[in-house]
C-alpha cells in the first residue's frame, strides 16, 4: 500500500508564485522516480516536471525556467515550486510516484488525488 499526501496550491495572481509538495509512505522497497502532472479543463493529463532517485530531472517546455522541482529522499517527498504563473498554468495538479513493490521488485506507479491551481489574470 501507498499513499500520497499532497499540499499546497491555491489561488494567486498571474505573476505570482506557489508551491506543491508530496509525501508518499506506505510499504514500497524503494521510489525510483515523482512527478508532477496537471489537467487543465478539456484538456489531457500533461507530464510537467519529473525527478528521479539519482536526482535528474525533466521539465516540460512550457514550465522550464519558471518551475523547479525538487526531491528529499529522506522524506520520500517531492516539492514543485512555480514562479511567474500566468492563467494557462491553472489546472489541477496531481502527484505520480513510480515505486518498486516490496516483495516483488515490479515497478508501480501511484497517483495523488490532485490540487487545485488557479492563476487569475
Known amino acids: 500500500q501507498v499513499h500520497l499526501e499532497e499540499s499546497g496550491g491555491g489561488l494567486v495572481q498571474a505573476g505570482g508564485s506557489l508551491g506543491l509538495s508530496c509525501a508518499a509512505s506506505?510499504?514500497?522497497?524503494?521510489?525510483?522516480?515523482m512527478a508532477w502532472y496537471r489537467q487543465a479543463p478539456g484538456k489531457q493529463r500533461e507530464l510537467v516536471a519529473r525527478?528521479?532517485?539519482?536526482?535528474?530531472?525533466y521539465y516540460a517546455n512550457s514550465v522550464k525556467g519558471r518551475f523547479t522541482i525538487s526531491g528529499d529522499n529522506a522524506k520520500n517527498t517531492v516539492y514543485l515550486q512555480m514562479n511567474s504563473l500566468n492563467p494557462e498554468d491553472t489546472a489541477v495538479y496531481y502527484c505520480?510516484?513510480?515505486?518498486?513493490?516490496?516483495?516483488?521488485?515490479?515497478?508501480?506507479?501511484?497517483w495523488g488525488q490532485g490540487t487545485q491551481v488557479t492563476v487569475s489574470s
Open positions: 505520480k510516484v513510480e515505486y518498486a513493490a516490496l516483495y516483488t521488485g515490479r515497478a508501480y506507479d501511484y
Open positions: 525527478i528521479i532517485s539519482s536526482g535528474n530531472t
Open positions: 506506505g510499504s514500497f522497497r524503494r521510489i525510483n522516480a
